[in-house]
């Protein structure tokens, strides 16, 4: 008898069009298949099918979050599973601030290092992690991390290898109560540091540990003992001052951009979640504009209001980290959906990690069980 045919290969267009569609928010999928066969994992490791994969879907999805708290020592927790990610192999000993997360790569300090502190740039897709020379600064307070090919027309979806830059703040004394903040951006390409500006601040220009907010060639900064914020222009190379919503002064915020790239800012209080938009009237005056408020006690049971607090948002998908005394929670604005996320902590700020978990770059590091 005969032996049976082997079944006829899929044509490689619709296989294309089924791979594209494999959700990006659960990276094993994408892995599994490039190990079907050598002919998908050629297909699937092939830079034109990873472009395609990434306009596709367009916003990198959220795999994971980096928390900043004084409690707990599992700072990178997974918001899929499985996580492709672990935590980055610090060459110090001490506790390192997560300063920020922007275009793939995360910005970390570790102020215990040397005699001032080190920062240091991680990539958790390649897992490869740049120290930064040391700034001319006594303290920093503040710093951001971004693309720097952001005006030849990149999309951050593949930034990983490619140049950066970081704005870095610092605060002095200049007596009587006042301070100035000073700023100064480094370079990747350059290898260092540029000129210092400054601007003379009251005794609240210490920034949050939450992550700025770039839009543009504009970053955000929230102060940390009043509500105000302060913009740096790195076009112009100047600092100013932002006042806050018309919301209670001692609530603590998070700056966000909103889906029409706007200064948006979320802030808990009553149990609310209250949401603002920075816009420009026909004036020509900007201002606050409160455009939703959301019952939190509606999503989840709050134990004590006084304990609940927005720390996060993950530009992109629209989600809000709250922590409150049961815990962590992700709270999705466009669908209502909450998600718990970690266990209670005490919590500074979380800072996610949005990426495309690809095998052009996964299957050079790691591989999925």
């Known amino acids: 008898m005969a032996s049976p045919r082997p079944p006829p290969e899929l044509m490689a267009d619709p296989v294309i069009e089924i791979l594209l569609r494999l959700p990006p928010g659960d990276p094993a999928c994408l892995i599994r298949a490039s190990l079907v066969c050598k002919a998908w994992l050629r297909l699937i490791s092939d830079g034109t099918f990873l472009r395609r994969y990434r306009a ?41 601030e997560v300063m920020d997360w922007r275009h793939g790569r995360a910005l970390l300090f570790d102020m215990w290092a040397d005699s001032e502190g080190v920062l240091s740039v991680w990539d958790p897709m390649t897992r490869h992690r740049q120290v930064l020379p040391k700034p001319d600064f ?75 907010v770039v839009i543009g060639d504009e970053v955000y900064f929230a102060l940390n003992l009043t509500s105000r914020i302060l913009k740096y ?37 009553d149990p609310h979640l209250y949401l603002w938009s920075r816009k420009v009237n026909p004036e020509g005056v900007a201002g606050w504009v409160n455009c939703r408020v959301i019952n939190l006690r509606t999503l989840f049971s709050i134990y004590n209001h006084k304990t609940t607090t927005v720390i996060g948002f993950a530009e992109g998908v629209e989600i809000i980290f709250v922590s409150t005394f049961m815990g962590l929670f992700a709270v999705e604005l466009k669908s209502g959906k909450v998600k718990k996320v970690a266990g209670p902590d005490y919590y500074l700020s979380v800072l996610p990690i949005m990426s495309f978990y690809t095998p052009g770059l996964a299957l050079s590091f790691t591989m999925l069980s």
Not at 67 to 90: M, V
């Open 56 to 96: 596709f879907h367009r916003a990198p999805p959220l795999l994971a979050f980096l928390a900043n708290t004084y409690g707990s020592e599992d700072r990178l927790i997974p918001f899929t599973s499985p996580t492709p990610f672990k935590p980055p192999a610090f060459v110090y000993s001490g506790r390192p």
């Open 138 to 212: 006594s303290y920093i307070n503040g710093a951001v991390v971004l693309c720097a090919s952001a005006s030849a027309g990149c999309d951050h979806l593949d930034c990983h290898g490619g140049p950066f830059l970081v704005v870095c703040l610092s605060r002095s004394s200049m007596g009587g109560g006042a301070t100035a903040t000073a700023a100064r951006v480094y370079s990747s390409d350059a290898g260092s540091w540029g000129a210092q500006t400054s601007v003379q601040l009251g005794p609240d220009s210490i920034s949050e540990m939450n992550s700025p």
């Open 233 to 269: 222009s790195l076009g112009k190379d100047d600092l100013s001052l932002i006042g806050p919503p018309d919301q209670d002064g001692h609530s603590k915020f998070v700056l966000m951009r909103t889906e029409d790239g706007s200064l948006g800012l979320a802030a808990v209080r």
